[in-house]
């Protein structure tokens, strides 16, 4: 199982952005989505889908969707061919909000940023007669109050994990950025064996993380679930039904690893009663998760 996941909030078009996504791609899969009735906020919509071997969630709710998507947190793609850039870009500029043309660019025989039809920004790049390790890379840009602190940030998320490492990290030259705070202009690095990268904006820029695009963690066991959610939680306000928010603002969510197996495959009764337990936690429990599940095990029996 991915251990990381994009994990997104959009409006009332979680399973439409889903298909979207998996029809434009070559290598993908919809894992499957479920529909989770009468919670506070109304019917929640999930779907779970990949592409180029990136595990996404998609999450709509009857109700506009609290929180917008925004070039903070985007997925870049590594194209290997004129073609395929082309045709990624047509689709996901289609009705969407172009921020960096598709051109030549200094650092790039071929690039392009774009907020697609949903607001999910894309990074297009391409790399001919490259075989990228990973197709596709969550991308952090610190702006606003954060714009600077990007290396700050890989730093502690690369000490958060046992598997996770600085790869790369470059500086802005003299008088190449526009706001004084930004130092990093690329920076990449793995949690547990998955590529990121970081970069301040070089213009300070006012995008801001929000739960609109959260980082999911899958976790093996509550050890793990305690440890990093002690390590990661900054504002106790911000800490609801296995969400919290670190130190740079950014949101996260902590998931026991078998509760997506019970969220996509379990029956509607199993889905409903164990989210109900889900919702009155703050950080994730498992052993009350485990006893919704031997519950209804005994009323099917």
Same mark, same amino acid.
């Given at each position: 199982m991915q251990k990381i996941t994009p994990h997104l909030w959009l409006d009332q078009e979680a399973k439409a952005a889903a298909l979207f996504y998996t029809s434009i791609f070559e290598n993908t899969h919809?894992?499957?989505?479920?529909?989770?009735?009468?919670?506070?906020?109304?019917?929640?919509?999930?779907?779970?889908?990949?592409?180029?071997?990136?595990?996404?969630?998609?999450?709509?709710?009857?109700?506009?969707?609290?929180?917008?998507?925004?070039?903070?947190?985007?997925?870049?793609?590594?194209?290997t061919t004129e073609k395929e850039i082309d045709e990624l870009w047509e689709a996901l500029s289609q009705n969407g909000n172009i921020m960096m043309p598709l051109q030549a660019y200094p650092f790039a025989q071929k690039y392009g940023w774009v907020a697609d039809r949903y607001g999910l920004s894309w990074q297009l790049m391409l790399q001919e007669n490259v075989v990228p390790k990973q197709k596709m890379t969550i991308?952090? @840009?610190?702006? *606003?109050?954060?714009?600077?602190? %990007? #290396?700050?940030?890989?730093? !502690?998320? &690369?000490?958060?994990f046992p598997q996770a490492k600085i790869l790369t990290t470059s500086y802005y030259s003299e008088g190449e950025a526009k706001s004084p705070q930004a130092r990093v202009n690329y920076l990449s690095f793995t949690l547990e064996g998955q590529a990121f990268t970081a970069m301040d904006h070089g213009y300070g820029g006012e995008e801001t993380f929000n739960e609109a695009f959260s980082i999911l963690v899958h976790c093996k066991d509550q050890k793990e679930i305690d440890d990093l959610w002690r390590r990661l939680s900054a504002d106790p306000e911000n800490e609801a039904c296995g969400w919290l928010k670190d130190r740079f603002g950014v949101s996260w969510q902590l998931m026991p690893e078998q509760f997506e197996k019970t @969220?996509?495959? *379990?029956?509607?009764?199993?889905? %409903? #009663?164990?989210?109900?337990? !889900?919702? &009155?936690?703050?950080?994730?429990?498992?052993?009350?998760?485990?006893?919704?599940?031997?519950m209804y095990e005994l009323s099917q029996e």
């Open positions: 919809f894992v499957g989505s479920t529909t989770i009735k009468d919670t506070p906020s109304g019917e929640i919509e999930i779907s779970v889908f990949e592409l180029e071997a990136l595990r996404f969630y998609a999450m709509s709710t009857e109700a506009e969707a609290p929180f917008k998507l925004n070039a903070s947190l985007s997925i870049t793609v590594a194209c991308s952090f @840009l610190f702006a *606003g109050d954060g714009c600077g602190r %990007a #290396e700050e940030a890989a730093r !502690f998320y &690369t000490n958060l @969220l996509l495959f *379990g029956s509607e009764k199993l889905v %409903a #009663e164990t989210f109900k337990v !889900f919702s &009155t936690m703050k950080k994730p429990d498992i052993k009350k998760l485990e006893e919704v599940q031997q």
